[in-house]
């Protein structure tokens, strides 16, 4: 008989075969992670890659080397590893993409973005790798402000306002990054071999309750000396939370989906482009904080 | 036609100048095409065109897994194709362990560019931001890659460029594509001709009156007056202009002798089949 662990993530609870010793434990589960067979194809899919399918409810992604993985409504995620795949290898990509699509059934947007609490609220920082997004977030952690999420960032609504929820309390950060920040990475354990990225945990500094969205910045790449922040406003506020999201073809109520984006929006957005080649994340802290007026 | 047309080359050998031809031919509208808003469809070594199309974060791959990916990605992306797609390339030509080709091989061609090495080297070293002693040496590094670190997360996916004579050879040699070769130096001196033929090669249906607009549309004069202008967004931030000279023969005014002699002795077979070097091993531009 396989164990079966519990946890604590974005706000619901999971049992899982496998172990996420990163998450926090739990006595209930709503969302259950076994391993099994995963289904072939799905059908009357809406998008469709030989990596990926997906339709609402649904999602199935194959990880050549690693493993197959089925998201199903919110409820059940199965795992079918490929022979010789580590429990380690495992857990990175179910704790990203698949996780998002679970995310995305169960009504919450899923946003490609780390969220740190600055003065109580929550900020989120959007941005396509390799933005700055977790160098960032491990900047702000050093400084004291708590993390919320970092890759995956779920929102959801209480109380008639869009909060995010606390997500996987790890940074994934590179060696350049932990080193310029003087951490020692020998006390460090690799999210995968062969690549010189850490998992950093922040259960010290780890937000345990949802915490109400108050900004949003997109973070940019630009070939520019100077750091540049234009506010986003209107229509383009909505494009850029869906431009960011994962799977949003996941979500079966299209109408909540909308009420979720739509409240939002509400939050202050702001597009912030730098170069990372002459811009430290300290540098890009202090501006954002200033931005911010923190 | 659809499927991927390949723009090939190494580094600073004149593939944004195709580029920003192959925008203003294709163009719809009546405008000319800004340089930073050019018609073609991105680069080969796109982080972001491999996640969306994979659904899997690169970032938590290895080179090499990533490199398993390319060619299906981009034979997928080429069987989907709806128009054909231009994607600019600056990897040499290389094979996967199992003996596949890194680039997508599937519905597509290539258009190969390629340069004088003595001027590559001069404008590799202001694009790389390097004295022109580490260009030369760069061009000659037979392991040289770039966004190849594992230490942090590069913008791009890692190329590998190899030396300039094997990147030139190794695109030579592949025999799984259609190649259209194509120099630097005829497209400066003989442009009529020489993008007519790069244009029946890949088979777009334009008449001359087209192709003479474009190529006026986009003269290097006119690309550094965007730039000046307007900014390019593809520009290092640390190089202080992308358009630079464009002139063939400028190697004169830059390299010393040594320099000029390192670069030939370094790839003089290459220099020599190409017309670079005449029968006394001499420069020709």
Known sequence: MIAKHKYTVFGFNIESELELPMLKTSITAEVSIVYGKVPEHIEAFLEKTPWFELAPGKFLLRVDGIAKYYAEYGKLIVIEPHEGASENDIRVFLLDKVLAALLQQRGYLALHASATVISGKAVAFLGSSPSGKTALALELYDRGYKLLADEVCAIGIRNDKAVVFPGVPQLNAWKDTLVATGKDVSCLQPVRQGLEKYAFYILDKYCEKPVELSAVVLLMGHNKGLIQADAVKGGKKLERLINNSFYSGATADKKEQFKLLSTATSARFMQVAYSNRVCSPKELAEFLLGELSV | ?285
Not at chain 2, 185 to 198: C, H, N, Q, R, V
Request: with cysteine; hydrophobic share 35%; glycine share 6%.
């Open chain 2, 1 to 285: 036609m659809n499927g991927i047309v390949w723009l090939a080359s190494y580094p600073k050998s004149g593939n944004t100048w195709f580029r920003a031809f192959i925008s203003n031919l294709i163009n719809d509208a009546d405008e000319e095409i800004s340089i930073n808003k050019m018609k073609t469809d991105g680069i080969f070594s796109s982080r972001r065109t491999l996640d969306r199309i994979t659904g899997i974060e690169s970032s938590n791959l290895t080179a090499d897994e990533i490199d398993k990916l390319r060619p299906a990605v981009y034979n997928y992306l080429a069987k989907t194709a709806e128009r054909p797609l231009f994607i600019k390339v600056h990897d040499a030509y290389t094979y996967l362990e199992n003996g596949t080709p890194l680039l997508g091989t599937v519905q597509a061609k290539a258009v190969y560019i390629l340069r004088n090495p003595l001027d590559v080297a001069v404008s590799l070293a202001n694009h790389y931001s390097v004295d022109i002693d580490e260009a030369i040496r760069i061009m000659g590094d037979e392991s040289y890659a770039v966004c190849n670190s594992i230490k942090r997360l590069p913008d791009q996916l890692r190329q590998k460029q190899l030396s300039w004579s094997s990147h030139v050879e190794r695109w030579a040699n592949a025999s799984e594509l259609p190649i259209y070769f194509m120099r630097f130096e005829d497209m400066k001196f003989d442009p009529i001709k020489t993008f007519s033929g790069a244009i029946r090669f890949i088979g777009l249906d334009c008449t001359d009156g087209q192709i003479r607009q474009a190529v006026e549309a986009s003269s290097f004069e006119k690309l550094k007056a965007e730039e000046e202008q307007e900014g390019f967004s593809e520009r290092p931030v640390k190089t202080a202009a992308f358009f630079r000279s464009g002139k063939a023969g400028d190697w004169k005014n830059h390299l010393s002798d040594e320099q000029r002699d390192r670069i030939i002795m370094d790839h003089k077979t290459v220099m020599r089949k190409y017309g670079y070097l005449d029968s006394d091993g001499h420069p020709v531009y």
